[in-house]
T-cell receptor
Framework: EADIYQTPRYLVIGTGKKITLECSQT?????MYWYQQDPGMELHLIHY???????EKGDLSSESTVSRIRTEHFPLTLESARPSHTSQYLC??????????????FGPGTRLTVL | GENVEQHPSTLSVQEGDSAVIKCTYSDSASNYFPWYKQELGKRPQLIIDIRSNVGEKKDQRIAVTLNKTAKHFSLHITETQPEDSAVYFCAATPHYKLSFGAGTTVTVRA
């Protein structure tokens, strides 16, 4: 079934650790996004990609980095986790058809806690 | 860039009543306006969207209206039910990047 997958779903980690949040989609979409969201609060775009080897920073400054080596895979890495990184991270993807924006679909999210 | 404002931030309605959430946007080039519903602990799910070439769209108990001149769009939920309780987000975009409103927490009282 076409979907967006994120792993891990929950992560508790100590300060200073390097972590990678995985996101994969089988939607066949070319565009992918990472959002940071505190529970029930506003969605903040932190990174996006229009295709392979394309990555851009979003509207909210983030210490994380991303890569897009394969169309279906868009991992997010924190080199040194801090308590201020505690949040939920949502991955999304979309496609463009006939020149108009298409729907963004979201993954289930990763709930990150940094102690 | 696009700036989306959403009101109210919280909304409590009696079951069976209607709920209305309003959003305004700043970029006149925006042409796609989706609405997402996010239940507690779940991912945002698209519930309805509208493109700039139409003024209104309806899907069962949910409708969205768009006023491009005034740059605002609204979500209408009729005959509310307890399962409508969630956070609702509006968004707008002229290209691909969505700009989201801050969200409205809707509580349907039984």
């Amino acid at each position: 079934e076409a979907d967006i997958y994120q792993t891990p779903r929950y992560l508790v980690i100590g300060t200073g650790k390097k972590i990678t949040l995985e996101c994969s989609q089988t939607m066949g979409h070319d565009k992918m996004y990472w959002y940071q969201q505190d529970p029930g609060m506003e969605l903040h775009l932190i990174h996006y990609s229009y295709g392979v080897n394309s990555t851009e920073k979003g509207d909210l400054s983030s210490e994380s980095t991303v890569s897009r080596i394969r169309t279906e895979h868009f991992p997010l890495t924190l080199e040194s986790a801090r308590p201020s990184h505690t949040s939920q991270y949502l991955c999304a993807s979309s496609d463009r058809k006939q020149g108009v924006p298409d729907t963004q679909y979201f993954g289930p999210g990763t709930r990150l806690t940094v102690l | 860039g696009e700036n989306v404002e959403q009101h109210p931030s919280t909304l409590s309605v009696q079951e069976g009543d209607s709920a209305v959430i309003k959003c305004t946007y700043s970029d006149s080039a925006s042409n796609y306006f989706p609405w997402y519903k996010q239940e507690l602990g779940k991912r945002p799910q698209l519930i309805i969207d509208i493109r700039s070439n139409v003024g209104e769209k309806k899907d069962q108990r949910i409708a969205v209206t768009l006023n491009k001149t005034a740059k605002h769009f609204s979500l209408h939920i009729t005959e509310t039910q307890p399962e409508d309780s969630a956070v609702y987000f509006c968004a707008a975009t002229p290209h691909y990047k969505l700009s989201f409103g801050a969200g409205t927490t809707v509580t349907v009282r039984a």
